[in-house]
């Protein structure tokens, strides 16, 4: 039985969703919208070349958090809760290639590198052209993030120089693959 104040002390489950600059970057609202749908509260960090794809002022409109980008000051106050989970959307070669190897010159990059010696679960869903996605470093980045715990999600290469498949890109793969996550962290403390 869950304690009136154990209850009380329970906080929603909060999703970092990491965007990537894209071409399809703009449509994040609609992952915000089906998370909330499921119980996840929301805070947004993106890449620093991704802040122009976004409408910042929509976006924090939804979550009620500013969008990050740039760490924090030594001593600043944290404007977000810590990440229960980790949605990657739009994930660009660049940014898998880079988490993959290690390299945390981002914010974005850092939390996601710091997550797996955190064990947060992360998903991240690729948006890459199919010319990019045939370099041999995407596989094997990918390879590498699968055997981190990653859960990468079903993101089909569009052709190059299109456009990219907006109408195929699915920003809600990525809460399918975290419902184990949503229902592990629901259930009451035993």
Same mark, same amino acid.
């Given at each position: 039985?869950v304690?009136?104040? *154990?209850?009380?002390?329970?906080?929603?489950? &909060?999703l970092y969703?990491?965007?990537? $600059?894209? #071409?399809? !970057? %703009?449509?994040?609202?609609?992952?915000?919208?089906?998370?909330?749908?499921e119980?996840?509260?929301?805070?947004?960090i993106?890449?620093?070349?991704?802040?122009?794809f976004?409408d910042?002022?929509?976006?924090?409109?939804?979550?009620?958090?500013?969008?990050?980008?740039a760490?924090?000051?030594?001593?600043g106050?944290r404007?977000?809760?810590?990440a229960? *989970?980790?949605?990657?959307?739009?994930?660009? &070669?660049?940014?898998i290639?880079?988490? $993959?190897? #290690?390299? !945390? %010159?981002?914010l974005?990059l850092?939390?996601?590198?710091?997550?797996?010696?955190?064990?947060?679960?992360?998903?991240?869903?690729?948006y890459?052209?199919?010319?990019?996605?045939?370099?041999?470093?995407?596989?094997?980045?990918?390879?590498?993030?699968?055997s981190?715990g990653?859960?990468?999600?079903d993101?089909?290469?569009?052709q190059p120089r299109?456009?990219?498949?907006r109408?195929?890109?699915?920003?809600?793969?990525?809460?399918?693959?975290?419902?184990?996550?949503?229902s592990s962290?629901?259930?009451?403390?035993?």
């Amino acid at each position: 039985m869950v304690t009136p104040e *154990a209850a009380s002390s329970r906080r929603e489950p &909060f999703l970092y969703v990491i965007v990537c $600059a894209s #071409g399809v !970057a %703009d449509g994040v609202g609609e992952l915000i919208i089906a998370a909330h749908a499921e119980g996840w509260k929301v805070g947004v960090i993106a890449t620093p070349n991704a802040l122009g794809f976004l409408d910042q002022e929509a976006i924090e409109a939804q979550t009620g958090y500013p969008i990050r980008s740039a760490w924090r000051t030594p001593g600043g106050s944290r404007p977000m809760p810590e990440a229960d *989970a980790i949605a990657v959307v739009s994930a660009t &070669f660049n940014t898998i290639n880079k988490w $993959a190897l #290690g390299i !945390a %010159d981002t914010l974005a990059l850092g939390i996601l590198c710091e997550a797996y010696g955190l064990g947060i679960p992360v998903v991240v869903q690729p948006y890459v052209n199919s010319a990019l996605a045939a370099h041999p470093a995407y596989s094997e980045s990918l390879v590498r993030l699968r055997s981190m715990g990653v859960l990468v999600g079903d993101s089909v290469p569009h052709q190059p120089r299109s456009g990219g498949a907006r109408d195929e890109y699915s920003w809600t793969y990525v809460l399918d693959l975290l419902r184990p996550t949503l229902s592990s962290l629901s259930e009451p403390a035993a």
